[in-house]
T-cell receptor, first 116, second 114 residues
Framework: DTGVSQDPRHKITKRGQNVTFRCDPI?????LYWYRQTLGQGPEFLTY????????KSRLLSDRFSAERPKGSFSTLEIQRTEQGDSAMYLC??????????????FGQGTRLTVV | AQSVTQLGSHVSVSEGALVLLRCNYS??????LFWYVQYPNQGLQLLLK??????LVKGINGFEAEFKKSETSFHLTKPSAHMSDAAEYFC????????????FGTGTLLAVQP
């Protein structure tokens, strides 16, 4: 396994268009996270899945954002009607957890979104 | 509210000098603590983590951090900086219970001068 994989690495879109990003976690990891990072800031939590269940969503995740993890493996993050403020690096992370255990989160290289 | 504070958005050291990057967290309950490094246009790589075992934690690339409950701090140090250490460093906390998310500081950009 080569780690967490994100596709695409870069995306330029026009304002108002929809975009979808994909994340493939480390294969045995049951937990998957999406974060957003803007220039000069640390990553901010967006949402969290345990297997296929979306267990937590940040207030940052407006109605235009939707995330899925249909079979508990890969995940997609869709942004509808993109705005310039959506320009950021979108990071995916995965970890193995449950039963009182906590392992560290492994991050992908991110998808950099530019809305023009 | 849970938060992480990193003092100094930019730190510059000479090659071979001590590296000290500061991190303070807000909580009366010791959380899990992490330091991540990020190189330009890359994701985050874990340097080290504190999970309530030893208070002095050793990580990769010669970095270590000490958990001090009385000071609510988890500062990152390296005795001798190398040019390849130039990157952005993020401190993060994860609190126990149902919350699994990481809360990150705003980061410290480390420059290493020859």
């Amino acid at each position: 396994d080569t780690g967490v994989s994100q596709d695409p690495r870069h995306k330029i879109t026009k304002r108002g268009q929809n975009v979808t990003f994909r994340c493939d976690p480390i294969s045995e990891h049951n937990r998957l996270y999406w974060y957003r990072q803007t220039l000069g800031q640390g990553p901010e939590f967006l949402t969290y899945f345990q297997n296929e269940a979306q267990l937590e969503k940040s207030r940052l995740l407006s109605d235009r954002f939707s995330a899925e993890r249909p079979k508990g493996s890969f995940s997609t993050l869709e942004i509808q009607r993109t705005e310039q403020g959506d320009s950021a690096m979108y990071l995916c992370a995965s970890s193995l957890g449950g039963g009182g255990t906590m392992s560290e989160a492994f991050f992908g290289q991110g998808t950099r979104l530019t809305v023009v | 509210a849970q938060s992480v504070t990193q003092l100094g958005s930019h730190v510059s050291v000479s090659e071979g000098a001590l590296v000290l990057l500061r991190c303070n967290y807000s909580s009366s309950v010791p959380p899990y603590l992490f330091w991540y490094v990020q190189y330009p246009n890359q994701g985050l790589q874990l340097l080290l983590k504190y999970t309530s075992a030893a208070t002095l934690v050793k990580g990769i690339n010669g970095f270590e951090a000490e958990f001090k409950k009385s000071e609510t701090s988890f500062h990152l140090t390296k005795p001798s900086a190398h040019m390849s250490d130039a990157a952005e460093y993020f401190c993060a906390v994860r609190y126990g219970g149902a919350t699994n998310k990481l809360i990150f500081g705003t980061g410290t950009l480390l420059a290493v001068q020859p």
